[in-house]
């Protein structure tokens, strides 16, 4: 599959999520402790909100580990909020195209998992997709598909409802035709200034996904540790996997639930699918 992590609070320069964690996700990328795969090298992608009305993108076929420009252009951008993806494909093409995160406007999107029988149900699912964003599909995954259902269901408005609906629809057509645990996701989106993150399988064994603890309260326990007191008290993370070994850093997101992170407050939610 994939790891991914949405990072928002105090502006960082990106190489320190990137390269200096001790688990960074370009570590990751080699060597994935908690993924189905080990290794994440088909891609990776940064999305990051700064003066500009659009997020930046940067996106490449290199394998994260091996890209000079990223390691370029992560020790120059500062950035508040800050999405950031490693791929391991489950059988679509290497491209830029299918490189995450997935842009529409202000909003990202990043996904790790997969619709099972895609390329049976794709067809189906894509006919839905509203005719005006239809041709901003750009790529072949399940992914950016996912991304464009939960647009025509209104992420916009109503992320939380609109993804359920997704969920709801995904599984839907998939047992039409015969799939027994059509979706698997943990899912990340923003505006720039709200994070949603959705961790929720059909067979209920969903992939790993983590959330930071309070950095108030981390300072409190590791007063010699420099790096806690260099963020700001409202600095959120949610991960795929956690990026240290820092005991209570990192809390587990149950199964079945959506994150909600914005200026410092977090909320966790039951999250389903809505048929």
Do not use: K
């Not at 994260?64 to 370029?72: G, H, I, M, S, V």
């Not at 830029?96 to 990043?110: D, V």
């Not at 923003?190 to 059909?202: C, K, L, N, P, V």
């Amino acid at each position: 599959m994939c790891r991914w992590l949405a990072y928002s609070g105090s502006p960082v320069l990106l190489e320190e999520l990137l390269y200096a964690p001790a688990n960074s996700l370009v570590t990751q990328s080699r060597h994935s402790r908690l993924g189905v795969e080990t290794t994440n090298g088909d891609g990776f992608g940064v999305g990051w909100y700064s003066t500009a009305p659009l997020p930046g993108l940067f996106l490449s076929t290199e394998p994260a580990w091996n890209d000079r420009n990223l390691r370029e252009l992560s020790a120059q951008i500062t950035a508040g909020l800050v999405f950031a993806h490693v791929r391991a494909s489950t059988g679509t093409a290497v491209q830029q195209t299918n490189c995450h995160p997935f842009r529409h406007g202000r909003r990202l999107w990043m996904h790790n998992g997969l619709i099972t029988g895609f390329p049976l149900l794709r067809r189906e699912l894509s006919l839905v997709v509203d005719p005006s964003l239809y041709a901003e599909i750009e790529g072949s995954t399940d992914s950016e598909v996912l991304f464009f259902l939960a647009l025509t269901f209104g992420l916009e408005h109503d992320p939380p409802t609109a993804v359920a609906r997704t969920a709801g629809f995904v599984e839907a057509i998939g047992r039409n035709h015969g799939v027994a645990h059509p979706l698997q996701m943990t899912v990340a989106t923003t505006d720039g200034e709200t994070t949603w993150a959705f961790r929720y399988s059909s067979e209920r064994r969903s992939r790993t996904l983590f959330h930071s603890t309070d950095i108030t309260t981390l300072r409190q326990q590791y007063p010699d540790n420099p790096t806690l007191h260099g963020l700001s008290p409202d600095t959120r993370l949610v991960v795929s996997e956690p990026l240290g070994d820092l005991h209570g850093a990192w809390r587990e997101v149950p199964e079945s639930t959506c994150v909600v992170a914005r200026g410092g407050v977090e909320e966790l939610l039951p999250f389903g699918p809505l048929r």
